[in-house]
């Protein structure tokens, strides 16, 4: 008993001797501590992507406690049917050749020189590089010394120094190819001057290297088609796009096509973009952004200027109808990003060089180059509008389990903030709920604050509620005390209270 009486005395007396003082320093050095932590989680969520202390947690503090994943379930995911299937893992997140890129020198540095902002990322213009040093320079121990140069200047990080080193490459070869593409690309301030740059590089060859000339000669000749779709020239240049695609089949990788759908569009040759789509929207071949919204544009407008959603709502839709509004439902599942660019619910930039399949990347790069025809389609925009977000109803678990195609791809944020430039905010699908531990701090940092005002304004009536919470909280210790001293001899808590 004396043990418990001890101790009782020992919390009063403790109790006592604090000061509302110390109270509202304790609240506010709380509050201060929780809300630097939320600011930071804030900051590296909105980075990022994730919360930092649930990063860490998983990364550096499971392993400690033994917690791992089930091996039986890793890489696994739900197809269509329910089944079990392999999960995609480099190639979901693979980034490729935007196949509609702008020209740098004539529309990207415009870009910069009137805004002052830079539209392509370092990482983006890396990728580039490395896209030209394969297709142009191709083997380094064949190379001749102009190829060497040219190889270097690709790799330049400066603007000026690779056009410096294209006119070294000329020089010592007035039949660079190469170099002349380069300065087409980022020289010319003009799309008639990159595309007499384009011409004289075409009518050099291929340094009697039959590999290198096909490289050179696919990429020289679909910049003159985007060249000539650009100044007007649309019949020409799908001559020239269908040439190209016929004289080279097998390079579909290129996606020359999408190049073709574009130009079709905006000849509004229906038919012949039907055609188009009837030969690459297979179920064998890769799909696209612009593979499914134009399938789906072609089957909006076929109903879309005379849709009404009232009165859909009385009579049903008909079989046209839902046949468009499937395809939309398609289209969206294939990438959901589109379609707030579409109805300028967000703004566009500049498309990306590069883009990933089914990211924001794609999304931007779409938008920028059709939306001009989904206006074109009386109506297109207000049915896409009406239906499109009904898509999330069939797939409530995106992640998780797909409907049409593969479940969506968890790595799409992190290559499309490498991809676009850090003044675009990027599209985040499926939208990403607060962590615990923001909404944790959050909570525990306006209670802290609430409880540091309190105490400044009342804080005798503070000092009251504390000493009965601290009281609280030290009875179970009391109760403790008391059960062990009925089984413990008094001379054992003698000594002990001695020591």
């Known amino acids: 008993m004396d043990f418990s009486i001890t101790v009782s005395h020992t919390a009063y007396m403790f109790l006592n001797t ?62 269509v049917n329910g089944e079990a299937e392999p999960r995609p893992s480099v190639s979901e997140c693979k980034v490729w050749r935007n196949p509609l890129n702008l020209f740098r020198g004539a529309e990207y540095n415009r870009y910069t020189w009137v805004t002052g902002k830079e539209p392509l990322t370092y990482y983006d213009m890396n990728l580039s590089a490395q896209d030209h040093q394969t297709f142009f320079t191709g083997d380094t121990q064949q190379l001749r010394p102009e190829d060497a140069v040219m190889q270097k200047a690709w790799r330049e990080r400066n603007p000026q120094a690779r056009i410096r080193a294209a006119y070294q490459a000329i020089e010592m070869n007035h039949e660079c190819a190469a170099a002349y593409v380069l300065l087409a ?154 379609p707030k660019y579409l109805l300028e619910m967000k703004s566009l930039i500049l498309p990306p060089e590069h883009i990933l399949k089914r990211g924001d990347s794609e999304a931007v790069a779409y938008a920028f180059f059709h939306l001009q025809h989904w206006k074109r389609a009386e109506g297109a925009l207000n049915l896409l509008h009406c239906t499109w977000e009904g898509t999330f109803r069939i797939i409530p678990y995106p992640l998780e389990k797909g409907h049409l195609f593969y479940p969506y791809p968890g790595c799409t944020e992190t290559a499309d903030r490498e991809l676009l430039p850090s003044f675009h905010e990027v599209s985040v699908y499926p939208k990403k709920e607060l962590p615990f531990f923001i909404l944790f701090t959050a909570g525990l940092c306006s209670f802290t604050a609430m409880l540091a005002m309190l105490t400044h304004q009342f804080p005798e009536l503070m000092g009251v509620f504390a000493k009965a919470f601290f009281s609280t909280l030290f009875a179970p210790l009391g109760f403790f005390a008391d059960k062990m001293e009925s089984f413990m001899p008094s001379s054992f808590w003698h000594q002990l209270t001695r020591i």
């Open 185 to 338: 690309e980022e020289e010319a301030t003009t799309i008639t001057e990159a595309e007499r740059l384009f011409k004289k590089a075409l009518s050099i060859g291929g340094y009697n290297r039959p590999y290198l000339y096909i490289n050179l000669l696919v990429y020289i000749k679909r910049r003159l088609a985007m060249c000539a779709r650009k100044l007007g020239r649309i019949k020409e240049a799908v001559k020239m796009m269908r040439d190209l695609m016929k004289e080279f089949p097998l390079l579909g990788m290129l996606n020359i096509h999408e190049n073709l759908l574009e130009a079709l569009l905006e000849l509004q040759a229906y038919a012949d973009v039907q055609a188009v789509l009837a030969k690459y929207d297979d179920i064998s071949l890769p799909k696209s952004a612009t593979i499914c919204y134009t399938s789906a544009l072609l089957k909006a407008r076929a109903v879309s200027d005379k849709f009404s959603p009232e009165a859909a709502s009385r009579r049903g839709l008909s079989t046209a109808e839902m046949n468009a509004v499937e395809a939309i439902h398609r289209a969206v599942e294939f990438n959901p990003h589109v």
């Open 18 to 79: 604090l000061t509302p003082k110390f109270y509202v320093a304790l609240t506010g050095t709380s509050s201060l501590i929780s809300g630097l932590i939320l600011i930071f989680e804030w900051w590296y969520f909105r980075k990022y992507g994730t919360s930092f202390i649930e990063q860490v947690s998983v990364s550096h503090l499971r392993p400690l406690l033994g917690g791992v994943e089930s091996s039986s379930t890793a890489g696994l995911f739900s197809s």
